[in-house]
């Protein structure tokens, strides 16, 4: 029988202004990410969607767990591989694209750019190759439904 793993979160709206949701403009897009005691997520909607821009939005928070997947992943399989990482830092973008009728849109592409430092140049390569078995382990990138292209630089030296 395969594993299941459940997740649970709470999304708790914290915009009303005084008038609900009497009109499109009468509320603020503001709510908290929640999920047991860790400390909440301010969020609210793209700043293009009438969102504060102070906070975290749901493109940018998918795209981010794009981003900590892989690196999960990679820096597993470069423990499992004898790659020592001594730094990493991903520079992640994503395209979402709106129907030309502008009432909703999807993500068309993300684009990962790992930034990898290996302790060892003997070791470069295989570090660079390994990014590419990540997209058939991450469970983000295996669950969406666009391309995930990387972009990996690999460095060697101390971080």
């Not at 609900?20 to 897009?29: E, L, M």
């Not at 990410?33 to 906070?55: M, T």
């Not at 302790?119 to 390569?125: F, G, H, L, M, P």
Request: glycine share 8%.
């Amino acid at each position: 029988m395969a594993a299941t793993h459940a997740y649970e979160v709470t999304v708790e709206w914290t915009g009303n202004l005084g008038e609900g949701t009497r009109d499109h403009r009468a509320f603020s897009r503001a709510h908290e990410v929640l999920a047991g005691a860790k400390p909440p997520i301010a969020a609210s909607a793209d700043p293009a969607f009438r969102g504060d821009e102070e906070r975290w939005n749901p493109e940018e928070l998918l795209l981010s767990a794009l981003a900590q997947c892989h690196m999960l992943w990679y820096l597993h399989l470069c423990s499992v591989r004898g790659v020592v990482v001594t730094a990493y830092e991903d520079h992640a973008t994503a395209t979402m694209t709106m129907d030309a009728a502008g009432g909703g849109g999807a993500f068309t592409e993300a684009v990962l750019r790992p930034e990898v430092t290996v302790a060892d140049e003997s070791t470069a390569e295989t570090a660079r190759a390994l990014h590419a078995e990540v997209p058939g382990l991450c469970f983000i990138a295996r669950s969406v439904n666009f391309p995930v292209r990387h972009e990996p630089v690999v460095r060697t030296g101390a971080a």
